[in-house]
């Protein structure tokens, strides 16, 4: 095909592109055309380096977006045939996607799409109710289809060694106060398009606490609402943990997180294990697998909630200007 994307085409996939969940919704992504290739960017000024020194929180968000992009382009009929971290001499671009032959979606590209606009970050407590087998299974194929691996947590020695290892990964992050202070700057009590809104937070944290909440300043519990005795614990990993591993498995979280909402499950993510580096060695050794630890995710069935603010895609597209 010797046609490229349109601006059109490049506006309708981003918007669904920066749906994406992203580390504080800092939501650090660029998009653009070039020679006919819709390219994302890591946006290096929305980089968190007290939380995120080495880059890998941006690129997992960074490719969570690539997958929506995809996704979008697919249902559109255009799909895309994309290439990771295309030019040596500009790491900062993460992905250049370029048309493939048109073709119809598939029903299963469909219901994924659907799901963008539904998925959130549900910090609240789940109900007590087991995810069912077949959907725990559709969660591992969503993984593998990405070149990554789904790891569930089963039984409660090993949830509890997990807990374990995550709430010391909790005290030393908050210990640092640069960690902190970035987390307070990204709490948002009034209407913001960027930043996690207070009211998105979960409830504050209790000693009972199994696992350890990042706080982004939410509500006191009401009483008796504890978090679910028995979480179900999901790890997602990728198998190296270069640059371009760790946008694969953003792609990967995303169809994962996807295919959760289809099958009406909710989930919150915890990545205080993966960004302090002995944990996600003790992580990785307790799974017992190769390859690198690059999210965890707590999977239940939650209460209804709402998709947190977005900047608008004219904020987030780098268009060449026209002059009149
Ligand atoms: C790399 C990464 C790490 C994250 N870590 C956490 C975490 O430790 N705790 C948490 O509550 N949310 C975490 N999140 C979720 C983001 O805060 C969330 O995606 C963002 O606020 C946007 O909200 P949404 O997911 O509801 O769209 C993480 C997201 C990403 C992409």
Redesign the pocket.
Known sequence: MDTGFTVAQLRAAAADAV???????TQPWRFRLRDGGIELSVDPTRRLPATDPSG??AR??CG?ALFNLRLALAVAGTPATVRLRPYPTEPDVLARLVPDAPRPATPADRSLHAAIPR???N?APFWPDPVPADARWRLGEAARAEQCWLELVIGTSAVNAFAEVARSAHRVLERDPDYRRERTEWIRREPAPDG?PAA?G?PQSEPQDLLP??G?GGRNRAPGRDFEPEPLVAVLGSAGNTPADQILA?QA?QRVLLTATDAGLSV?????PIEVQGAREALRLSLGRFGTPQ?VMRIGYGQPGA??PRRSVDDVLDLPVVSA
């Not at 749906?19 to 919704?25: D, F, I, V």
């Not at 919150?268 to 205080?272: E, P, T």
């Open positions: 749906r994406a969940p992203s580390l504080h919704n890998w929180g997992i968000s969570a998925r959130f970050s910090r996690v998105a979960g909440m990042r982004f953003g979280l919150s993510l915890l990545s205080q999210m998709a947190t």
